[in-house]
Structure formats: C-alpha cells, structure tokens
C-alpha cells in the first residue's frame, strides 16, 4: 500500500465517520458571507442547536459556493438525503428553517434556493436547473462550498493530492511537464502564457544551474501568485478561503515538475481569512507529509512559505513580486532576463497565478486529455469570474472558455436591474477594457478578448448600465494605475498622469476637443513603451472607451452634459413638481439644507447649496428627484 | 570567451559575450540616446530612450537592459522608435522646470542635449501639474534641488553600487516618487559621505556642487592625481582665469574609474588659499644663527621667515643630529603620512632606523 | 546567495509585525530593524513609502474603510467617500481627523464585489451601503464619543466637588 493509499483510506474513514449519522449544518463564511451577516446566522444556528438538544448536527464554516447574491447562505446536509441551500437568511428565518428541517420535516421555505445535487428534492429545484448555476462549469471551483476548508481530509476524500500522488510515484517530472504542454493550460492571471512552457524554461534552467554548481541552498522556486489586485475581483481570494489545498497541491507539483525545492505563495494581506487558512492547510500538509522531506516516501521534498504582500498593485508583475519578497520596492526589472532564468535571487523560479496551480491537481489526477475536452482550440479548460457591478445576480462564477458574454451576463447574470439598460462589460480591470453592447456576443477567450482591445485578465467582470459614465470610468481606471503605478519608468509615471489629468478635466467641465487628440497620442506610447505589464496595460481602459463611447467623451466636451448623470460638474439635480408629495424625506436628509419647502408643498432644490451627493433622489420614494 | 556578432543599423560588429546591446551600439559608434545609464552601473531602464527595434522580439526593447545575442539584427531609428522616444521626452519635459539659463546645468545638461537629440521642439503638448521641492542646501558641498529630478536613480545607484553607503533611496511610488533620505530629512541627517559621485553623475541640475553657483563653465581642465593619500586617483581639475573652480573624478582613470572620496572631490579650495605656505619657512632667529635660550619670544626673533630648501633643510639636520648626540637617538620620533608615496614613506623609514638609529616612527594611517 | 540577502527578505514581516503591534511604524522601530538587519534606514524608508499598507503615523481611535474596487465605484463608492469625508469636515487629502478620533482609509478592494459599495468602521462590515446609510453610522460613533467625554468631565468635576 502507498503512503497516499493510506492516507486516502484514513481522510475516507474519517468523513464518513463525520457525516455517517450526523446532519451538517453549513454556513458560508467567506469574505462575502462575513460582510453579508454570515457571523449571526452560524450564531443563530448554534444556538438553535443548543435549544433543540434532539437535532443530532454539526455547524460548520465553508467557504463560498459563489452564489454571492444570494448570501449570507445556510446549507442543511443530512444523511442520505440531498444537500439544500437557503438563502439570503436572517438569523430568525435560520432557526425557524432548522426547525422546519429537523423537527418537522418540512424543507420547503420561501427562502430555499437550490438542491446541490442533480435532482429535485420536496419541491425544492435542483442547482441545475436554477439559471445561475445551469451554464457554469465547475473545476476550479470543483471544492469551493463543498469542503470545509479547514480540514485536508475533506480535501482529500474529494480526490485531493491524487494528481500529486501520480505525478511523484507513476510519472517523471518531464512527463509532468509534457502533460501541462499536452493540457494547454494558460496562465490564469491576465497575460495566457502557457503554463507548461513557463515550466520548460524553468527545468532548463535549473538542470543547467545544478550541473554548474553544487553548493547553492536552493536550485529553483515555486511562487504562488496570490496577491490579487484587481479591484473588483476577487476569485483567487475564493479558491484561497474555499480550497486551499488545490493551490498547495499544484505547487507542489509544479515544484516537482521543474525541479525546485522551494515555493513561495505570496498573498494580499487584505485577505485575512484567505491568510489563516492557508497557514493551516501548510500544516496540516506537512503533518501528512504531503509537503517538506521526502514527500510521500519519495526522494522529492520540497516547502512553502507565506508572504503577506503589503499592498502594492504592481506586485502582480513578476519581477516586482520577487524584488517585494526580496525585501525591495516592488520595482519591475527589464526583462530579459525571465525568472524562469533568473527569478528570485537569482535562481530559476517560475510564477504562477493561483488559478492556474489550482487547475494543476485535476489536469495530472484526470490527464491532460480529458482536462481539455472543455474550452476553446487555444483557450482550454474553464475560468472564472467574478461577476459584479450593475447586474442582477452577482457571483463567483466559472464557465467554461468560448461562452459568449451574453450568456454570462443574461443567462448567469439575470441581466442588469432596475428595467436599465446594459452599457458595456468591463474585463481584465485597470488592463482591461470596456466592451459594448455591439460585442455581448463575443466569446470569452484569450484571442478574441485582445482583439476587442481588452484582456482576459485574472477574472474580474464588471457589468455597467446606462447609469455608468464612461469618461468616469476611464478616469477611475486612471487614478488607479497612477496611484499604483510604481515610480520608476517615464511613461507610466507621468503618461498615466497626464493622461488622468485630462480625464479629469474633461468630468470636471473644463475639457477640450483637442484633449482626445492628446488622449489618442499618449495611450500608444505608454502603451508600446513602458517598462512593465501595469504601464504597458494602463492606457487599455482609455483606448476601448474612447473607441467605443467616443460620443459620451464628446457629450462631455461639447454639449457639457454627462449622459449618465454621473460627473458632478454636468449634472444638476431639479425636484419634478408632478411627482413631488411635499414629504419632507429629501429635506431632511439633505447635508446641506439646499432642499427648502413646507409639507404637503413642492420642494425645490438650490442648485448653489446642492453638492450633489445623490441623497434626495435615493431617498424619495417617489422617484421625484431628477438628475439632468 | 566567445564574441557575439551583430548587425546594428547595418554595421557589422564584434561584441564580447555579456555585453548588452547598449554596449555593442557604443561599440560601433552609434549613438543611443539614455539618461538613466551609465556604464558603471547595472541596467536600471527607467527612461525608455533607448528603445531600438531587435529582429524577432516583440515591441521596443531597452538597448541598455537587453542582453546582445549572436546574429542579433538591431535598428536604433524609426518612426515608431522617434515618436516614442519624443512622446518620452514630452513627459519628462512636462514635470521639469524649463529656465535652462538660469540652471547651474546649463550647457552641460544630458537631458538638454538628449531632449534637443530626440528632436523636442516647441510647445510642450503635456501640460500638467509639477512636483515641487524645497531646496535642500543642508550639505556643505552639493545642493540638492529635487525639481530638476528626472528619477533616473542614477544616485540611489551610485550611492548603492559604488559607494556602497545607501544614503538615499526611491521613495513613495506613482507621481509622488522622490529621492529620499531616510524620514524625509535633509540630506546632511543621513549617511552621505559627500563623495559626490551622485553629483558627478546627475543628468540634470538637481545635484550641483555649490561652488558651481560662483562661477560660469571652466575654460580649461587638467588631468592630474589627487594629492591626498597613495591611492592614486586620477582628478579632473577644472579651472577657470587660471583659477581653479571645482574638480571631479577622472572616468579614464583604471585607478578609481572617476570616483573619488570627499577629500579628493571637495577638499581643494586650499590650493589657492591665501594662508597657504609655498616656500620653506623657518624661525628668524635660526637664520641669524642665535641660540633659543638667548631670545625673547615676543621679539621679532621668533617671527616666521621665508627661506630656501637648502637653508631650511640644513637647519633641520644639524639639529636632529645635535638633538640625537645630546640626547640619544630614542629621543627623536618621525612622522609620516598618508599624503606621501609609498617611496617617501620608504625613505622616511630608512631615515628613522638608519640615519638617525630609532624605531620611534609611525603613520598618521588616515586622512 | 549570502546569509544578509536572505537576511533581507524579513524587512518587510517585520515592519508588518511592528505595524500590527503599534498601529503604525515608529522611527525608533526603523532604526532597530536597521541595525538588525544591516539595511540603511534609507532603505526602509523607501520600502515603507513604497507600500500602501504602511503607515508613518499613528491612525485615529476609529478606522473606517471605504472599498473604492471598480464594483464598489460603478456602485456610488465616490458618493459614500464624500459623505464620511463631508460627516468628519475631513478635506481633500486629510486621512485623519485633527481630533484623532477617525482615520478615513480609501481600501483598493475588500473583494466583496457583490455587496458594493461595502464599508468597514471598525469591526462591523456593511454591504450595499447608501451615503445616508453612512453618515449615520458615522454620527453615531460620534455621539458616543461626546456621551463618553461628557460622562468622563462629569466624573472628574464630581472628584473635585
């Protein structure tokens, strides 16, 4: 018997010893479900369990299912039956749901979402044929909401360090690498370099280092991108808080593959939770030796580190990530040389995205063959996103590439709210661009995201509405690079700059037409000259506006109007006198006492006193308050 | 070690293996305009000027941090590569004072000659805000005028790679990125030894030497070797009406490669100091060959005279040798001095133990 | 490799560890870490301006961090920033209040998309937040601050009495 035969048959024994006689009450406590009230809802469980001693229960934290829309989230789990999913829940609907459920046998509620299983359950529909879960695919998130991510023998029990268990005991490690060639897996974080030829360099390199000298503490390294810095997503912090392991397992993997004794996951600090449980997993891996000396009673060892990032979105790009653990500004370096010939001090390392070591598990436990039925020609596999913005079901989701953007928007999404009208899909964050309506039938893969001006990116999807300003946009996207942008090289430094300068002036009224020329000269050249991916990226969100919503730039320049109502200084808020009740709501909510009128009379807002805050107009239940 | 053979903007050329294409343009004489390089530092490519076109790689590669490789095909000029190195310029214009006369820099600027180079003309089409400093005056040698700055690191670099002290470092990041000295202060709180080889290599005029504000450029320069200890740098001495107004490190000098210490760089108003003494002075009443018992001290008697070195030297003997018959040898002790050739100190040695029969001598070991 | 590169590499935990411990990074801690790790201050101070996480001073007694991600921006983050900015007659560029009672922290991104615009004051995490929403929270923790100095002056004018 090997080491992960007995390790499989002890995490098997100990899950059904778990569940064999007892329900599992599961709550998501993920970053979403804790900001959603998760905390009181396990609060409320646990003490409906301690008031019903015969409902024979554990409560356990897991992480997010990505249903996000749908939280805080309570998941009821008996044996021999079906798993059910509630939600949004209050803690009272909580015990009353339980005692529905365990007393009374009822398990229908208002608030039932989904049986997470392939068949309807009392009247509940199974995930499958509920419109957000129906199109996806799930293989990254093929743990996240299932396991609980605190124990690796949940990990395990669902074919967890099987593909570590494979490629170290049945297959050499440039067998290792040929199956990342033969998957076609591309790098999950933004750019699609393919995963196996980074991992060819990276062997090259270090076989070549260890023929030369003999005295070195270390022949190569493994780092874990996982300092996720697009803001507006958030899908490696899922697969971190949800499945830890799968990211520890493909490193591991990876570190075998190419020869490297050591590995590195280098983590946002503001994921706190993602951080926690990524210490224990370590642990508990070693424990099993599945990590450190001779793994798995073979010759391979190798260990990891965590590096907490210290808020610094260049990090993302490779060489200021190794510079950051280094101990360094996260100042980018010319390449070449890559780190795959000299990464960190000096040494081979290679430098994956969270995502892409998560796919790494399944493509050696299933094979490359069967991990590429899904996807594209050259987009492979499933990725995911997180949808948000102006859209109504928002969530962590997974599609497998080649899905058009409508069908991720309208079939997952539900659409935009409110009765408004979708403006434009933001990809790839501050590298991305806005895509317009006329390309909601574009397919989300690698080649035809570039084309379209935009980038796969790590997965963030931002859905805007008419509501949106573009110009604004732009100019977010702007200020953020700027503040981001590291210092060092001239164009990013002061083309982003300028280039947000006169983003600025144009929302602030004071734009020129000539300023689009300027806009239209500067993005290229930062573009084709900057030194790193942040400068050489950051003109995209300004490039795919202006070439798709140029007449909103314009509207902005010539007419002094904002379309969207949103830029401050276009925009003046005037009360309708046919819908206004003379309540008082918007009067009293009002900061600056702008708003004067007695009740039951019409109010009138002083467009001097008025900072346009947007209060009045979220306030008025009549929708009296209008933005022209 | 083998040589690399390339082809830059059809010129043949043999380069060692190592050199960066950088290297290989210099080689052949093609000109590359940089701000942010220098020969004695690592590539840092912060500047984007000395973009060039490499067959078979994608996009503008920095020539000074791209490695040559054999066969390499290398254009330094086209549209693409002169809108970007102008757009580049632009930017760095837009964010820098433009009184050229006024800057101590003028006329021997890099970023002047560079900007003119890349063919700056014009209005600047990039107007925007400008970071501004106070001028830090705290050093006794260099000012520190941190508008000028264009952040080519080219001192953080020296300071780090050369002198190795660390003084100064990158600060803050984006369009607030500064050189700093630790906490913000004054550069004279940190740990500059004031070798002033940031000032020698600053591309504009945010380092200047102070005494750079007195006087107009030098009319003349002469090569020399610093004067202070054995090491033997090579100096630059600049001087202008036969006066000598500042002095840097010689670049050609294999001896210290144009880096020198405060003293060598900064420690030369001496040479024309009124209070310099030029010829041999002895005590007057020595002349008149009197003896000192016999003399009033606040008498002309002991007035410093000027003399000849044959007189001087001659007192200087006869008195050792009087001071040594009197009172033994171990009464005498000799002094030497960094200042002096290894040869001196050698003849200095072979005086004490030899001439006059002591072991009494020593150094001074430092300036 | 050499002992004093990796060496380097705990500069950065170990201005996390002081900041986690003292809410900030003190000049004292620069100078010891200097010492420890043979790496100029001027070092430090470049590694610590270059991270938003660090911080020079010490913070108000209440943190509130607003979420600018691009969910929360295309979802009125700007409008919750200018409210609590407004609420704490904080202006452009101030962090802290001159009172030191609040510190205003403008966060890339919680990763709590699909609750934009979500805010942080202290311990409690809101999602879906409107600008009213937020003032409230914020007079709230005002008004307890002046119960509390009222309370306290009370007790010691009664001390005296």
């Known amino acids: ?628 | 070690m083998t040589n690399l053979k390339i082809t830059i903007d059809n010129k043949k050329i043999e380069v060692p293996e190592g050199s960066t294409v950088l290297d290989a343009a210099r080689a052949a004489n093609v000109y590359i305009p940089t701000l942010c390089d220098d020969p004695l530092l690592e590539p840092f490519g912060a500047c984007r000027l000395c973009i060039v076109e490499i067959e078979g790689y994608r996009g503008l590669p920095t020539a000074c941090s791209t490695p040559a490789a054999d066969g390499m095909q290398i254009r330094t000029s086209s549209a693409m590569i002169a809108t970007n190195r102008k757009t580049s310029m632009n930017l760095l214009l837009s964010d820098h004072p433009l009184d050229c006369q006024h800057c101590v820099s003028n006329m021997r600027c890099d970023l002047q000659y560079v900007a003119a180079y890349v063919g700056v003309r014009g209005k600047n089409p990039y107007q925007g805000e400008r970071r501004t400093y106070e001028l830090d005056e705290s050093n006794a040698f260099y000012n520190r005028n941190l508008d000028m700055c264009i952040l080519c690191g080219k001192c953080v670099r020296a300071c780090d790679e050369i002198q190795g002290r660390q003084a100064i470092s990158f600060g803050y990041r984006g369009f607030s990125t500064k050189i700093t000295a630790p906490f913000d202060l004054p550069i004279w709180d940190s740990s500059c030894e004031s070798c002033g080889r940031c000032v020698d290599m600053c591309p504009t005029g945010a380092l200047y030497d102070k005494t750079e504000l007195k006087h107009g450029l030098p009319t003349g320069e002469t090569k020399t070797i610093c004067p202070y200890c054995g090491v033997g740098c090579g100096l630059i001495v600049e001087t202008r009406n036969g006066e000598i107004i500042g002095v840097r490190g010689d670049g050609e000098s294999t001896v210290n490669e144009g880096h020198t210490c405060v003293k060598g760089r900064y420690g030369w108003e001496y040479v024309q100091h009124p209070d310099r003494v030029k010829k041999p002075l002895v005590r007057k009443y020595l002349l008149e060959g009197k003896k000192k018992s016999e003399i009033d001290r606040d008498s002309s008697d002991w007035d410093w005279a000027e003399t000849s070195w044959d007189v001087a030297l001659d007192i200087t003997a006869s008195n050792l040798a009087q001071i040594r018959d009197r009172h033994g040898a171990d009464s005498i002790g000799f002094m030497t001095s960094a200042k002096c050739l290894n040869e001196e100190n050698y003849l200095m040695n072979k005086l004490a133990r030899q001439v006059i029969g002591t072991n009494n001598i020593d150094h001074c070991a430092r300036l | ?161």
């Open chain 3, 1 to 161: 490799m050499t002992v004093s590169t990796q060496d380097r590499s705990a500069l950065i935990p170990l201005l996390q560890q002081v900041q986690v411990e003292m809410g900030y990074v003190p000049k004292e801690a620069i100078d010891e870490i200097s010492v420890a790790l043979r790496v100029s201050t001027s070092e430090i101070f470049g590694v610590l301006t270059f991270y938003s996480q660090f911080r020079l001073n010490p913070t108000g007694k209440h943190m509130v961090k607003i979420c600018s991600g691009t969910a929360c921006h295309v979802r009125g983050a700007p409008l919750i920033i200018d409210a609590v900015e407004d609420e704490l007659g904080l202006t452009d560029g101030e962090e802290t209040t001159e009172d030191g009672e609040f510190t205003v922290e403008k966060v890339a991104c919680f990763g709590a998309c699909s609750l934009a615009p979500v805010i942080i004051i202290d311990e409690e995490t809101k999602g879906n937040i409107t600008p009213d929403q937020a003032r409230r929270m914020v007079r709230k923790i005002i008004k307890a601050i002046a119960k509390e100095s009222a309370a306290g002056k009370n007790g010691g004018e009664a001390t005296n009495e």
């Open chain 1, 1 to 628: 018997m090997s080491n992960y035969t007995a390790i499989r048959k002890w995490a098997d024994e100990e899950v059904s010893a778990q569940r064999a006689d007892k329900a599992r009450i599961a709550i998501g406590l993920g970053t979403c479900g804790i900001a959603a009230g998760g905390n009181a809802i396990l609060e409320a469980a646990e003490r409906t369990l301690a008031n019903n001693t015969e409902i024979n229960a554990d409560v356990v934290s897991v992480g997010c299912i990505g249903i996000c829309y749908k939280e805080p989230l309570l998941d009821i789990e008996i044996p021999g039956q079906p798993r059910l999913s509630y939600g949004p829940v209050t803690p009272g609907e909580t015990k009353k749901i339980l005692e529905n459920v365990f007393l009374h046998n009822i398990y229908e509620h208002k608030k039932s979402l989904a049986v997470i299983g392939d068949d309807a359950f009392a009247e509940i529909p199974s995930w499958n044929e509920i419109p957000f879960f129906a199109p996806q695919e799930r293989t990254v998130l093929r743990n996240c909401g299932f396991i609980d991510p605190e124990k690796i023998e949940d990990y395990i029990a669902n074919d967890g360090y099987a593909g570590l268990s494979r490629a170290l005991l049945d297959m050499t490690p440039e067998a290792v690498v040929q199956e990342t060639l033969d998957a076609g897996l591309r790098g999950r974080g933004g750019a699609g370099f393919p995963a196996g030829r980074k991992w060819t360099i990276a062997a090259d390199n270090i076989r070549a280092l260890k023929e030369s000298k003999s005295d070195l503490p270390s022949y190569g390294y493994v780092i874990c991108n996982a300092d996720e810095g697009d803001p507006g997503a958030f899908m490696n912090r899922s697969v971190l808080e949800g499945d830890p392991h799968s990211v520890i397992e493909g490193m591991i993997i990876a570190g075998y593959a190419i020869g490297a004794d050591f590995g590195y996951i280098y983590c946002r600090a503001e994921y706190p939770l993602a951080i926690d449980r990524l210490k224990l997993a370590l642990e508990q891996a070693r424990e099993k030796n599945l990590l450190g000396e001779n793994i798995l009673g073979t010759d391979f060892s190798f260990d990891i580190k965590l590096k907490e990032g210290a808020g610094a979105f260049v990090c993302g790009e490779e060489t200021s990530l190794i510079a950051s653990i280094e101990g360094n500004r996260g100042m980018p370096m010319p390449r070449p040389p890559y780190p795959a010939q000299s990464g960190l001090w000096g040494i081979p390392t290679i430098i994956n995205n969270v995502e892409t070591l998560n796919n790494i598990p399944v493509v050696l436990s299933q094979g490359a063959k069967s991990w590429a039925e899904k996807g594209t020609e050259k987009s492979k596999g499933t990725k995911t996103f997180a949808l948000t913005g102006k859209v109504q079901n928002t969530g962590l989701i997974e599609v497998e590439l080649g899905m058009s953007l409508r069908k991720v928007i309208y079939d997952i999404g539900g659409g935009i709210p409110d009765g408004k009208e979708f403006k434009a899909a933001q990809t790839g964050g501050p590298s991305g661009g806005c895509l317009p309506k006329e390309m909601l039938d574009l397919t989300i893969d690698y080649e035809a995201l570039a084309e379209a001006g935009s980038i796969m990116g790590s997965g963030g999807l931002v859905i805007m509405d008419e509501s949106t300003c573009m110009v604004d946009v732009a100019r977010y996207f702007l200020t953020f690079t700027q503040s981001e942008s590291c210092g060092k090289c001239v164009p990013c430094r002061l083309g982003t700059k300028r280039m947000l300068e006169i983003l600025t002036r144009i929302t602030a009224r004071h734009g020129k037409i000539e300023d689009l020329d300027a806009l239209e000269e500067l993005a290229p050249s930062i573009r084709d000259s900057s030194l790193c991916g942040l400068g050489q990226s950051a003109p995209n969100p300004v490039l795919t506006t202006l070439k798709y919503f140029r007449e909103e730039y314009e509207a902005h320049i010539l007419e002094g109007r904002c379309p969207a109502g949103q830029c401050k200084a276009l925009i003046t808020y005037e009360i309708d006198p046919d819908d206004c009740t003379g309540c008082m709501v918007c009067l009293r909510a009002c900061p600056t006492e702008a708003i004067t009128g007695a009740r039951r009379e019409i109010h009138v807002i002083d467009p001097e006193l008025c900072t346009r805050c947007d209060t009045c107009r979220q306030v008025c239940k009549f929708d009296a308050v209008l933005v022209a």
